[in-house]
């Protein structure tokens, strides 16, 4: 699986983004299990955003709660995530994730339950 994540960049806190992940090497977006969203800022750990069953389910960690949407097309088999309503704690590199195998939703959002990743894309917000 190759995941390629864009569309971040610098933005007024307020503001918004969507960033899109670019799936390839499956046939199917949903022949993958779950996907996520993670950022890390310096001099700190990668934590999880944001997270969904490509069957149905989504989830978000509290901080993001009501301000990111986690979304994706299977027809172009991408998976997106708007920001609204940005805050300067929000800059990050922000990388895209995909499992295959079954994940229980108590795991969705930990960085160490998947082995797809993308490169990463710079959010700033300031």
């Known amino acids: 699986v190759q995941l390629v994540e864009s569309g971040g960049g610098s933005v007024q806190p307020g503001g918004s983004l969507t960033l899109s992940c670019a799936v390839s090497g499956v046939d199917r977006v949903d022949f993958l299990h779950c996907m996520g969203w993670f950022r890390q800022a310096p001099d700190k750990g990668r934590e999880g955003v944001a997270a969904?069953?490509?069957?149905?389910?989504?989830y978000y960690a509290d901080s993001v709660k009501e301000r990111f949407t986690i979304s994706r097309d299977s027809s172009t088999d991408t998976v997106y995530l708007q920001m609204n309503s940005l805050k300067p704690e929000d800059t990050a590199m922000y990388y895209c994730?995909?499992?295959?195998?079954?994940?229980?939703?108590?795991?969705?959002?930990?960085?160490?339950?998947?082995?797809?990743w993308g490169p990463g894309t710079q959010v700033t917000v300031s």
């Open positions: 969904l069953y490509t069957s149905g389910g989504t």
């Open positions: 994730a995909a499992r295959r195998q079954v994940l229980q939703s108590t795991w969705l959002l930990h960085p160490s339950a998947y082995s797809e």
